[in-house]
């Protein structure tokens, strides 16, 4: 069973740019969270996808946008990029039904914007 | 708006003692309140969970005492060690949106 994945690992932009973060959900996961987790804050869910359809989002402006594909991966989009953008940006992915308070996290992106 | 709240911030404990880690929510919507274990470099991992019909759950040195009157729900881990080192997240979870709303953490350091 393959865990959570994302990439790149680390990224550095600069203000203004647009970057886009990957996942691959885990096995048998037909849904995906992207979180933000600020230094030494707890994540804040930025929005969810499941059947390739935003299912829910949280308090973050309208550049932060995202995709599924059919094979359940996942990218988030961040446009214009502010300083304040920076933080660890977790995915994860679970079931739609069952035990969905059951989230796997991948790794995370560190992203650092000057 | 911060709908859980979570205290200590941090909290150090000899090997073999008790860490209690506190939190409180505002919405009565949420239908599983999970805990998770992060250590640095890796996300967060779930621990355990409860729901709110339940007062108390254990799973081996982990424990969650539910108090839904008081909105109130704690992680309690017991003989503390070493490896227990990491920071612990509570959280509420809705199934509307299947959106998991976290704390603020708890960084448990445990001295051997």
């Known amino acids: 069973e393959t865990g959570v994945t994302q990439s790149p690992t680390h990224l550095i932009k600069t203000r203004g740019q647009q970057v886009t973060l990957r996942c691959s959900s885990q096995s048998g996961h037909n849904t995906v969270s992207w979180y933000q987790q600020a230094l030494g804050q707890g994540p804040q869910f930025i929005f969810q996808?499941?059947?390739?359809?935003?299912?829910g989002r949280g308090n973050f402006p309208p550049r932060f946008s995202g995709l599924q594909f059919p094979n359940y991966s996942s990218e988030l989009n961040v446009n214009a990029l502010e300083l304040d953008d920076s933080a660890l940006y977790l995915c994860?992915?679970?079931?739609?039904?069952?035990?969905?308070?059951?989230?796997?996290f991948g790794p995370g992106t560190r992203l650092t914007v000057t | 708006q911060q709908q859980v709240k979570q205290s200590p911030q941090s909290l150090i404990v000899q090997k073999g003692g008790i860490s209690i880690i506190n939190c409180a929510y505002e919405n009565t919507a949420f239908d599983y309140f999970p805990w998770y274990q992060q250590f640095p470099g890796k996300g967060p991992a779930l621990l355990i969970a409860?729901?709110?019909?339940?007062s108390e759950k254990k799973e081996g040195r982990f424990t969650i005492s539910f108090n839904k009157s008081a909105k109130q729900f704690s992680l309690h881990i017991m003989d503390s060690q070493p490896g227990d080192s990491a920071t612990y997240f509570c959280a509420a979870h809705k199934a509307a949106g299947n959106k998991l709303t976290f704390g603020g953490g708890t960084r448990v350091l445990v001295k051997p």
């Open positions: 996808y499941y059947r390739e359809e935003e299912n």
């Open positions: 994860a992915s679970s079931l739609a039904a069952g035990r969905s308070y059951e989230q796997y």
């Open positions: 409860i729901r709110p019909d339940v």
